[in-house]
């Protein structure tokens, strides 16, 4: 199969994969660039994988970055563009769960695509736009199904995040989990406890803002995946109450969590360390404290100015935009008018400092 009109971020990368290819070696694009391409969606990061060692290719171009020589990528700069060029690879023997324990340079394509985690991430495609698919990943993506490539068991237990990237790709793309995918999720599961919860959260967050939410979160409920995430262990029923909000995307993950903590019913004094344990950032973690005190507000009645002082605009809005899950309806024009009409919108706009009240006070306090 060819892919008829390539796209623009692949047509720019073709110079660079000629050049290695003049010296000899294979290379190709691979990975969720052409998965993308070819379900006609927006292309993120493009990478090339080749049969080129790193060695090689940094004798080939002459402005290069070391970005993960041991696993064989190597950055290389052209003009404005940089693309990850890896060497081709297998991985061996995963004794903990989740990195190889060594990883081997090879010549064969097929041999790196065997490597990948699901079929539809197994497809690679050279300068003229011609697929190469050796695990029937075009079918899947025809069907919209997300399989491992080969036996799903041996290959989440070699690396466990596997289990989250599937069920976040079943969000994004709004894709089924093949059964014996599924299956091999369920009996796993547990092997989720080996992995970094930093690693987790990014899936799982990918996973709340995916165009079909529910259709992953009910086989993360039903496989027992949600049990090996912090704080969710206790928390299956009220995580199907969340699975069952209005499937609409949602914008933010500060949106994703303050709902998902809504449904939880998660009390007050509990938010921040169910936040901290997911290892958010104090910024995001504030930002949904935020978002949590403005929604409690609205589902109560009015915005008052306090509110929306502390809040800003943009918090505001967002909490606003939260409403259509708790079919209430949301007023943005309202809030925004609210807001313009506050007195300041800054306390820096305040006519007087603080400094100037304490001296004013002190003063006043003496002489009186
Ligand atoms: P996204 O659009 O989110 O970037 P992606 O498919 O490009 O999706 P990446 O994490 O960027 O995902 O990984 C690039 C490719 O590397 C994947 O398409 C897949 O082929 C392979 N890959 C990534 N992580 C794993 C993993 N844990 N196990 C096996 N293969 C993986
Ligand atoms: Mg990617």
Redesign the pocket.
């Known amino acids: 199969m060819k892919l008829k009109t390539i796209p623009d971020e692949f047509i720019r990368a073709t110079g660079t994969l000629k050049e290695i290819q003049a010296h000899g070696f294979e290379a190709y694009f691979?990975?969720?660039?052409v998965?993308?391409a070819l379900l006609n969606q927006s292309i993120?990061?493009v990478?090339i994988a080749t049969s080129a060692y790193p060695e090689e290719i940094k004798q080939i171009f002459h402005r290069t970055i070391d970005v993960g020589i041991d696993h064989g990528t190597v950055l290389v700069l052209d003009g404005e563009e940089q693309y990850e060029i890896t060497t081709f690879r297998t991985e061996s023997a995963y004794q903990d769960f989740r990195r190889p324990d060594k990883v081997t340079f090879v010549r064969s394509l097929k041999e790196d695509l065997k490597?990948?985690?699901f079929t539809i991430?197994?497809l690679a495609m050279d300068v003229e736009g011609n697929i190469i698919d050796l695990f029937d990943g075009m079918d899947d993506l025809k069907r919209q199904i997300i399989r491992a490539v080969g036996n799903p068991k041996e290959r989440f237990h070699e690396?466990a995040?596997?289990m989250m990237?599937g069920l976040r790709f079943a969000s994004q793309l709004d894709f089924s989990i093949e059964t014996k995918t599924l299956e091999a999720i369920e009996a796993f599961h547990s092997l989720l406890d080996k992995i970094s919860v930093e690693r987790i959260a990014i899936e799982f967050i990918?996973l709340l803002l995916g165009k079909n939410r529910r259709k992953a979160l009910l086989p993360f409920i039903e496989t027992y995946c949600y049990q090996y995430c912090p704080g969710l262990k206790a928390y299956g029923k009220e995580l199907l109450t969340f699975s069952e909000l209005p499937n609409q995307r949602i914008d933010s993950q500060e949106q994703a969590w303050t709902l998902l903590i809504k449904s939880l019913n998660i009390p007050d004094h509990e938010i921040r360390s169910f936040l901290k344990a997911w290892k958010l950032s104090n910024h995001v973690i504030h930002e949904v404290q935020q978002h949590i005190y403005g929604l409690n507000q609205r589902l109560r009645g009015e915005w008052q100015p306090r509110d929306l002082f502390d809040l800003g605009l943009e918090t505001a809005l967002s909490v606003e935009n939260l409403l259509f899950y708790f079919d209430r309806n949301s007023k943005l024009e309202e809030t925004k008018a609210c807001y313009e009409q506050l007195p300041i919108h800054d306390r820096k706009q305040l006519a007087v400092s603080g400094n100037e009240l304490v001296t004013y006070f002190n003063k006043n306090l003496v002489n009186g």
């Open positions: 691979v990975g969720g660039s998965r993308d993120h990061d990478d490597r990948r985690d991430n197994a690396d995040l596997r990237r990918k």
